[in-house]
């Protein structure tokens, strides 16, 4: 069994981020710039906002939070979000999700213009890289390709299973991994036997935010196990949402949480964000 280090390979793509930042820097002139805007007070999304922001300055971007209330209405929303598409120095627009309630989340998305889309979660971006062509794509699926790569784990033809549909995580996993012509089911909570499926997949890959939901009866000998699920349990330690302690010894490759796909979910938005300003210094 071999872990999948996402730490470390987060590390690696960061620092080829910032060799390329100083590269743009010295060049062009131009600073890569991320602009996030996060409505609300959900500690969860304000960490990961920080954590994002400390990320940016790292590899030397530009970066800007909008640190909205709850109160905030859907045109305050959009007209922040048209200001940053106008804006030359910011190259990538994120809207830290969820939003509130009284908020159309598909509307604000369509707002950011696709070129600035560093999520990957306008309409646009979603129906491109459905068909296979250059677009943003959401970052911890791309994170979990990148995974796959580094690690020369095969998919052309090998059964994988997606536990989770969401439109941010089990969706776009399924179409990049249908893309590398990998035979893929896509379960989710009206799934009627998830076992049945899992236990027959090469690569199972959950991401539904519920603790232990994969065990080891569920996975046959030899599988990739790869855990999206973020869990904080009353301790306040973080968890998956696979029994790792079981499940581990029966996998060829399994992610650890904290430590797996995580921190790739961070490491991918520096690199679309540095794909959009290259784009953007190209059309200069
Ligand atoms: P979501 O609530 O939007 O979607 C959850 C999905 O899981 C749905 O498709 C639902 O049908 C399915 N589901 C729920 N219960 C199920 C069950 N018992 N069996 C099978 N399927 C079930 O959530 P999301 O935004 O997609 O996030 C999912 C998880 O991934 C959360 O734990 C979240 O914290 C985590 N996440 C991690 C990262 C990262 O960077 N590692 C990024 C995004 C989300």
């Known amino acids: 069994m071999q872990i999948i280090d996402g730490k470390s390979l ?3 793509v960061q620092l080829s981020v910032k060799a390329e930042v100083e590269k ?3 060049e062009k002139n131009i600073v890569p710039g991320l602009a996030v805007i996060i409505v609300g007070n959900d500690p969860a999304s304000h960490a990961y906002v920080s954590m994002k ?6 590899v030397g971007f530009y970066s800007i939070a909008h640190k909205m209330p709850e109160s905030i209405t859907e045109d305050e929303i959009v007209q922040i979000i048209t200001m940053m598409n106008n804006n030359p120095h910011i190259h990538g627009i ?10 159309d989340t598909t509307k604000i998305l369509e707002v950011i213009d696709p070129k600035k889309d560093v999520d990957g979660f306008h309409a ?3 129906g491109r890289m459905v068909t296979n062509l250059d677009s943003f794509v959401a970052c911890t699926p791309l994170g979990v390709m990148k995974m796959f790569d580094e690690y020369n784990i095969e998919l052309e033809g090998k059964d994988v ?4 549909a969401s439109n941010i995580v089990g969706k776009p996993m399924a179409s990049l991994l249908l893309n590398r012509n990998a035979t893929v089911t896509i379960t989710h909570i009206y799934t009627k036997d998830l076992a049945s499926h899992t236990k027959k997949a090469d690569i199972i890959i959950v991401g539904v935010g519920v603790v232990n939901l994969i065990k080891e009866d569920m996975v046959k000998d030899g599988a990739v196990v790869i855990d999206i699920g973020i869990n904080r ?10 029994d790792f302690k079981r499940v581990a010894p029966k996998c ?3 992610t650890p949480v904290p430590g797996g796909v995580g921190p790739m979910t961070i490491a991918m938005l520096l690199s679309n964000t540095l794909k959009a300003t290259k784009e953007f210094g190209e059309n200069l």
């Open 124 to 126: 646009y971006n979603v």
């Open 53 to 58: 922001e400390k990320a940016c300055k790292a």
């Open 24 to 26: 743009l820097k010295r």
């Open 233 to 242: 349990l009353e301790d306040g330690s973080l968890v998956g949402d696979v």
């Open 10 to 12: 987060s590390k690696k």
């Open 161 to 164: 299973v997606v536990v989770g």
């Open 94 to 103: 994120l809207v830290q999700l969820p939003l509130p309630k009284h908020i």
């Open 252 to 254: 060829s490759y399994i």
